[in-house]
């Protein structure tokens, strides 16, 4: 059972990941080289309304598959422990994007209202700077775990 689960939670991680990864690098360099803000917003919006149903499906998915396999390994015992470094950042990762993914309407609402309609480029410099700090914590997160999970600690 063990390694049906964990290949479907790494599918999960990789579509979900792979995904937030083209958003940083691709999308965004795209909409800070645009010159219209209403372009801008609208581009972004569009682009990011249709991942978020991708990346809410994979979350649950990688979630259901990540506690499933914490049960069947046993390794609930070990996490918040060194040895249990990379489920621990898994589960810290995922917790980050439950958060976002839930509060992302408002979010939304703080971020493109007041301030972004007159300044949308420090806006998007500054969602571009969050993009790359969350892309680094989960790829963190994926070098942490298959090492860890392979004979690393
Ligand atoms: C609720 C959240 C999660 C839990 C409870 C969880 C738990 C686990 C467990 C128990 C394993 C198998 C045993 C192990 O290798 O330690 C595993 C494998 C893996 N997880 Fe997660 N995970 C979660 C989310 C994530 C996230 C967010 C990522 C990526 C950012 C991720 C990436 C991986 C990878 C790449 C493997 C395969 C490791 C290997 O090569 O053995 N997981 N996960």
Redesign the pocket.
Known sequence: M?PIV?AI??VS?VI??GGVAFVTMVVFPMILRMENSLEKVLFFQGVEHRFAKIAKAM?AV??I???W??Y??D??RILFTLR?I??T???I???V?LLILLFEAKLFKIIFKGEAQQDTSKIFYRLTVFHWFVLGL??L??LV??W???GGI
């Open positions: 063990i964990e939670h790494v991680v979900w990941i979350v990688a979630g598959t990540g506690f396999l914490l069947l390994t390794e609930w249990g990379g489920p950042l898994m589960l990762v995922w917790a994007y989960s790829l997160a994926v775990g298959v860890a999970g392979h």
